[in-house]
């Protein structure tokens, strides 16, 4: 069963920093493209950063930029998002997706996606 779980998310105060991760089962990571995408109450869903097959290519979206990093370790079939200095419009669920072919910001062209992880940034 081809199945992508987000770990990492919570509360954490403004100018705090957490590493989601999304870790695959069922299929191999490194024949996908990965991306960070999030929502929050009554908004879209936005892209937040995507990273190729090879970590060769990344994309990250100007409203996080400076602030996140994302990463691969395709041994461990798990990529990562490191953000730091948060904000409270940063508070949103975090979606880690995949898609065969190369990176993009559009929602609509990722196969898989996981159920989310909560991120609250709040003092």
């Known amino acids: 069963q081809v199945q992508l779980v987000e770990s990492g998310g919570g509360l954490v105060q403004p100018g705090g920093s957490l590493r989601l991760s999304c870790a695959a089962s069922g299929f191999t990571l490194d024949n996908y493209a990965i991306g960070w995408f999030r929502q929050a109450p009554g908004k879209e869903r936005e892209g937040v950063s995507c990273i190729s097959r090879s970590a060769a290519i990344t994309d990250t979206a100007e409203s996080v930029k400076g602030r996140v990093t994302i990463s691969r370790d395709n041994a461990k079939n798990t990529v990562y998002l490191q953000m730091n200095a948060l904000k409270p419009e940063d508070t949103a669920v975090y979606y880690c997706?995949?898609?065969?072919?190369?990176?993009?910001?559009?929602?609509?062209?990722?196969?898989?996606w996981g159920q989310g992880t909560q991120v609250t940034v709040s003092s």
């Open positions: 997706a995949a898609r065969e072919g190369p990176t993009s910001e559009d929602v609509g062209r990722y196969d898989y």
